[in-house]
């Protein structure tokens, strides 16, 4: 049910982990190679980029906040969503048992009108044996 489009992508990650600190940086860029919906005009090279900071209260809770960008996404777009946004995430994760965790948390458009305004999350995920 897609428009036939090929993107393509690459990034960096890296990250610093302290006794009750951890800091993570990704930097990308993302490259559209066809798109039927824009006519064209989502052939715009972005760049997108992440920061997070977690900071472990217990061993049982944890606490984040990450800020998420991107550059414009569409040629010439009328719709504030398609150019460039900047988005704010901050939650707490609870560890149950063994390697399941909760998260839970909202993500606010940092730059206002350029992404959902609010939104409220919950997980449930189960993290891998690897550190």
Not at 9 to 27: D, K, N, T, Y
Not at 51 to 68: G, I, K, N, V
Not at 83 to 107: D, K, Y
């Amino acid at each position: 049910m897609g428009n036939g489009a090929w993107d393509g992508a690459a990034w960096a990650h890296g990250a610093l982990r302290w006794l009750r600190w951890q800091l993570a940086v990704e930097l990308g860029v993302a490259q559209p190679f066809g798109d039927a919906i824009f006519a064209g005009a989502a052939h715009k090279t972005s760049v997108f980029g992440r920061f997070a900071a977690t900071r472990t209260l217990s061993e049982a809770w944890s606490m984040r906040a990450q800020l998420d960008g991107q550059t414009q996404r569409v040629e010439h777009g009328e719709l504030r969503l398609l150019g460039p946004s900047l988005q704010l995430t901050v939650g707490a994760v609870h560890r149950l048992s063994g390697r399941w965790c909760i998260e839970f948390g909202l993500a606010e458009d940092a730059a206002v009108n350029t992404g959902p305004d609010i939104t409220f999350f919950l997980g449930l995920r189960r993290q891998s044996s690897a550190k």
